[in-house]
């Protein structure tokens, strides 16, 4: 009776993780854990926990409630499809890792963080500490007519930001 109890708190226990491991949308580990949970519960229902000492007795008494409960059945029932849940969980994961999806939160992070594209365009302007810029093309210096990069007015020259500008069609 203790057994059968604690088996089902168990089960009990790790299917709300399961439960809350879905809410935050990790449905792989969800599942994977749940085919654990169920594990203790099918066990105590099918009476393979709690054997005991006695083997030959108990394996007598189990193989007839074996043939005469429908609750022993049920439990193998229950084994079962936490096997299902477990393979399904395996499936699902391997072809998770193997489309580009990071198993760990850094790994999805990083990737993320690839796919998006920058905020400036590459090359626009020289970093302040000094380096030199990664630029993939040469960005080419426009002529302006502007009174400031004439000569005249405070001294500033606005061709990077033309360049950029007429680059990007504005």
Not at 63 to 78: C, E, H, R, T, Y
Not at 80 to 88: D, E, K, M, P, S
Not at 94 to 118: D, W
Not at 128 to 153: C, E, H, N, R
């Amino acid at each position: 009776m203790l057994t059968t109890t604690v088996c089902a708190a168990l089960s009990a226990a790790g299917l709300a993780v399961a439960f809350l491991t879905a809410w935050r949308r990790r449905f792989v580990a969800a599942t994977r854990i749940a085919a654990f949970s169920l594990v203790p519960v099918g066990l105590a229902m099918s009476g393979l926990v709690g054997l005991g000492g006695k083997i030959g007795k108990a394996f007598g008494n189990w193989a007839a409630d074996l043939v005469m409960k429908p609750s022993v059945w049920a439990g193998f029932g229950v084994l079962a499809v936490a096997v299902v849940l477990y393979v399904i969980a395996r499936f699902a994961g391997g072809r998770a890792s193997a489309s580009g999806g990071g198993s760990s939160r850094k790994e999805r992070k990083a990737a993320r963080a690839a796919s998006q594209p920058q905020a400036t365009a590459p090359g626009a302007s020289a970093p302040s500490l000094g380096q030199a810029a990664p630029s993939t093309a040469p960005v080419p210096k426009a002529k302006s007519k502007s009174p400031a990069s004439t000569g005249g007015g405070d001294g500033e020259d606005f061709s990077d930001i033309e360049a950029i500008l007429k680059k990007h069609g504005i």
